[in-house]
């Protein structure tokens, strides 16, 4: 069974990729600022949202569920987990991905050495263990380290624990698969393969992924750009919609020409 997509708007194709444990559900004040820019294609990974559970346990198998479903050639943009998903989209669809966005994400989440901006494997491992006990209490402590030292905490909160559940409960086996994925990418080594213009949108006071994260992954790509959303945390699409819909609409127009609409996102 294919995975659940749904589009709307007119203009370029834009495929949007969410996070691990929520839905295609969560873009829903991000889009009405894309739409009248973009044809906006939003994905339910494997065993979130309304997408059925096939078995899709490694980066690689996401990576490919979602390239069957998603229109092509096409920017792609994915939020945390998603941003790994839409980075490995870019090396093994070269073509397929024109322009790359990932925001608060990262090429690798666990710290290692050399590389310390970024969760201590333990918190992965914690939540990996108390997934098999009370998996909905887990995705909401998740929830809340998100938006844990950002601006409008609470507005932000109530809006991702509102759509946790909004299209279902999320397939444990997809839950685990995506924690595994977390703990265990790391796509630093072929960043520089990726050609295609790079937009690294992070969130000013994100404690999962922090902006060092971002600076460090930079240096990383050929042609990347760091943009910084200060006041936000995990989720600043949602904290600061506009701002962040600006800034995607307008590297896309600078690194693809004008879009059909000829204003700025927001």
Known sequence: ??????????????VLVHGWGLHGGIWGRFVPLLEAH?????????????????????????????L??????????????????????????????????????????VRKPGWQSAMLPVL??????ELAQDYVRTLNRFLALQVRGSNRYGEVLKT??????????????????????????D????LGDIDCPTLLLMGGRDTLVPVNAGHAA???????????????????FIAAPEVAAGWVYEFVYKNSGPSPSGRRAG
């Open 218 to 236: 930079s240096k990383l790509f050929r042609n990347a750009r760091l943009e910084v959303i200060e006041g936000a945390g995990h989720a600043p």
């Open 124 to 129: 992965l491992d914690t939540f990996a263990a």
């Open 38 to 66: 973009f044809r906006v294609t939003c994905v339910d990974l494997p065993g979130h949202g309304r997408s059925d559970w096939q078995g899709e346990g490694t980066l690689d198998a996401m990576t490919e569920a979602v």
């Open 68 to 109: 069957s479903v998603v229109p092509a050639p096409a920017v792609w943009l994915g939020w945390s987990l998603g941003g790994l998903v839409a980075t490995r989209a870019a090396l093994m669809a070269t073509g397929k991905v024109t322009a790359l966005v990932t925001i608060a994400s990262s090429p690798c989440f």
């Open 1 to 14: 069974m294919q995975l659940y997509t749904q589009t709307s708007g007119t203009g370029p194709d834009l």
């Open 187 to 190: 796509l630093r080594d072929s």
């Open 160 to 185: 991702l624990r509102a759509l946790l559940l909004a299209h279902g409960e999320p397939d444990a086996a997809g839950l685990r698969a995506g924690l595994e994925v977390l703990r265990t990418a």
